[in-house]
Every structure is written in C-alpha cells, then in structure tokens.
C-alpha cells in the first residue's frame, strides 16, 4: 500500500501580525486524503504545522517513511516549506508541493533539489493518478494531471490538455476524521471569548472561484464552481450533529449566484433550518435585497466584505469598480438585515497616498453608521506571485532583477520595494 503523508506548513508566524485562527481546518488536504480513502487508498494522513510542531511533523516523517510527502504553504511560510521537503527527500519519499500559492510558481519551486513535483490547482486527481502509478511500481511521471515536474535535463510543465479539475460536486464529503485526523482540537480552537465564548467554529466550502478582477488578488480559480447544494446541507447537517454551532464558509464570494443560494434556502426551509450560524466573505457587488434576504434565511451572522479603500478611485484603479455610495447602501442593507461586517482594508494598494489612508480610515468610521461592524481589518499590502501587482513590480528592471526568480523573499524589504515604486505615503502608519 503506497503511503502518503500530507502536511501544511502554514503555521501563522508568531511575530507577523496575521491572525491567529486555529479553527480553520487544512480543507485543500483533507479534500485530498478524503478522495484518495475513497478510491481505496486509505494510507493517507495529515499533519498541520498550526498544531503540530516542525520537530513533530520531521519526526513522523522520519518514522514513518512515506513513499509520497505532499506539502502546503504560503508566501510567509517558504522556510517551513523547505525544512519539510529536505527531511522527506533526505529519506527517499516523493515529495510534491501544492496549493494556492505553489501553483503560480511552480518552476520556481522546482529550483529546489528537494522538491520533486508540483501540482497545480486541484489536487484530488494529480494524487489520485500518483499513488494508483506508484501502488503499480510504476514511477513515470508523464501525464499526471496537473502535476509539473524535472527529469535530469530539463522541468516540465503540464500542457492545456493535462489540466483537470474535479467536478466539486462528485467530491465525497470531507472527512473531518479521516485516520485519527484530530478534529476536536480544531472544535476546541476558537478564541475570541470577548466575541461568543459558545462559538463551537469549523470551515468548510461550497464553492471556488471568482470571475472579479482585484489587482492584488492571486486567487487562481477564475470561474465559479460549486458543490451541490444537497451535499452542502448534508455536510452542515452533519457538522451540526457533531456540535458545531459556526462555520466559517471559505468559498472567495458567497453570494455571486443568488440561484444557488436560493437552492440551498429552499433546501432549508423544505428539510428544516440549520442550527448553525454561518460565516462567508462576499463582494459588496453581489449585495443587494434578494442576496441579503437568502443570506438571513441561511442564518448568516457576519460577511467579511474587502472594501480596501475608502478612496473611490484608488479602488477603481485597483480593480474594484464601486463607489462608496453603493458600498454604504449594501452595507446599509446588511445592516437593515441584522448581518454584521468584517470590514477589510488593504493599506499600500499601487496609489496610495497620505490622503487615500485618511479616506479609508474616515470610510471605516462612517460604515458604522449603516451596520454593525465587528473586527475590521487594516491589512498591509502583500504583493502576491500570480496577482496583477506582482506583473505590475516585474515591469520594473531593478525588481525583476530581484524578485524574477526563487520564491524565498523578505516580505518586509518586498513591500517596501513595492511601496517605494507604487505609493507615496508615511509608511509609520502600518506599524
Ligand atoms: C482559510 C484561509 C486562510 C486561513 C488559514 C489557512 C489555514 N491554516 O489553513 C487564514 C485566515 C489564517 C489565512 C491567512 C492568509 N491567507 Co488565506 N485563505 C484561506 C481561504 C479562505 C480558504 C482555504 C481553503 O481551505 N480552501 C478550500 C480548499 C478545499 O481548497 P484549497 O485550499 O485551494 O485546496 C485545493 C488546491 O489548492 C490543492 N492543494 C492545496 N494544498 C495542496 C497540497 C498538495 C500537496 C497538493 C498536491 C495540492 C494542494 O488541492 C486542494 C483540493 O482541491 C483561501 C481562499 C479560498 N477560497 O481557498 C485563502 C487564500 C488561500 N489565502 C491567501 C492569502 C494571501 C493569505 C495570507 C497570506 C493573507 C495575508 N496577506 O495575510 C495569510 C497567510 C497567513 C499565514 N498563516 O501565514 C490567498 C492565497 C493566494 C496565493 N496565491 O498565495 C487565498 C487564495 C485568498 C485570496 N483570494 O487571495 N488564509
Ligand atoms: S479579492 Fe475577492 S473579489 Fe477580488 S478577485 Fe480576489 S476573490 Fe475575487
């Protein structure tokens, strides 16, 4: 039986400022190991650097010796990366690196001797072609969907035709305990005891994908595709039995097609509402009375809403074509409707200036006024590989000098790079 070990190594930098959630599960990878259970191979485990420590995950590594170690990251996680990858390689098994941020750079990362392939986009079929080759002794690589990969001369990229997503709605649902995966210390995580100390949090999702064009944006899913709305009430059916009483909805905008979530209100109201309160980020576009009317029916309690800047045209400018007027009536709306907002702010877009800083900190407190905002959110600008900026810093000769090749980089000296040749404001503000 070919074993596999899948790890995400994410964990939150103490000393970066991002928030500290725990309760997010790793969904991408217990996707994964889930689709793998279902075809049969059921060796399949996974470890999470935001619980488990580096010295635990090496160690199983060491231990246990799978023939496949599959790797998560971030932008702000490539040390950890690379500290998985050298002890799985060092002992043999095949690693291979996934994810969000891998799939935009996956020539970058195969300048590592230790990382032996890359998957982009989804990785439920790229595994599932892996381990059934490597269940058979057969080690070839050609083909694997998704899957980029080196031989001894040269990296190859998979073409058009050797791209393939899963139709999300024949997934199986995600087992949330798949092989002693301990959910419970998940369940157990939440910690914001000043906001709901009975919040009893998971994440899941019902769609991927987004069509906007945001600058700053990697997202690498372009178009919508969505579960089944039938599974999705399953699953929060399910959750529920397990005594979740919050989930966090990770899809990138819940409410771009009312006809969907209008399934699933109709879902509710035929087989019976959920006693679960929901979580989901939304486009202030995708605001208006039919989505905010089925968000109440699917009990919605908070949006997280990337508003940005509360300058209109350093907003246009940076691909998010509404004014401030439409934003406070779709606010308005969800406040009219007892929905609260996560206000998200992105200090440092391409044009910032003193000025577009004051607009957005007088926007932040003027939203007030129209709903009930919990946790806004001054996010420092992070150029992204994959987003529109990160082209917009490689037409920079200085910057593509520096930045055209690897993927190890200081992200401090990175936005300061990215502020000094796009923004022009006192940047004491971000600290
Ligand atoms: C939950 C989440 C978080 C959580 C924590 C994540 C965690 N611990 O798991 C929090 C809120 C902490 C967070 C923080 C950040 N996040 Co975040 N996050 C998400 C979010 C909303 C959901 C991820 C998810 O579960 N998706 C559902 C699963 C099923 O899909 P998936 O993860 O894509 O997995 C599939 C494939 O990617 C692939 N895959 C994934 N992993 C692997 C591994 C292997 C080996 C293989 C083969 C395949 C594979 O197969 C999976 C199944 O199909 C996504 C947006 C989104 N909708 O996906 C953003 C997203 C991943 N985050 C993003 C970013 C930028 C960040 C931050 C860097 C933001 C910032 N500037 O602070 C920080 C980093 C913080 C840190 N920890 O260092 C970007 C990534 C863009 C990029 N290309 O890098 C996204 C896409 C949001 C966006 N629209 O820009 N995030
Ligand atoms: S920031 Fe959100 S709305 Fe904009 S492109 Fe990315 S996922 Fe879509």
Redesign the pocket.
Known sequence: MVSTL?V?A????QE?G??D?KW??????L??ATYLGSAGFSDVQVLDA?HDSLEKITSRILQERPDIV???F????TTLLDDVVAVAHDIGSFT??????AT?ISDRLLSNQNIDSV?V????E??LELTTRFSRGNRALEGVPNLAYKTSERIILPSRKDLRLPNLADLPEIDRRINGFDFDRYLKAWNRSDIDPDRIAT?M?TQ?GCAKTCTF????DKKLRQRSPEKVYDELKNLGRDGVNYVYV???TFAADPQYLGELATLYATRGALPIQLWAFVDARDVDDVSVDLMKRLNVEKVLVGIETGNEELRKKNGKMYSNNSLLRAMGRLGGAGIKVEDSYVLGLAGETDATLHDTFRLAQKLTSVCQTEGTAY?IM?P?I?SPDWNRLMHIPDLKKKYGKGYKFDIAELRNDYFTHFCNFDQGVLS
Request: glycine share 12%; proline share 6%; net charge negative.
């Open positions: 899948l995400q994410q964990a939150t930098p970066s991002l928030r959630e997010y599960l790793p969904l991408g990878l996707s994964i935001d599959g790797v998560n971030n932008v702000f996680n291979v690196v996934g994810g969000q941020a935009p998957v986009y989804d990785g439920e790229a595994l994440s999702y991927k944006c990697a997202r690498i990770v899809d990138d996010n992070t992204l994959g």
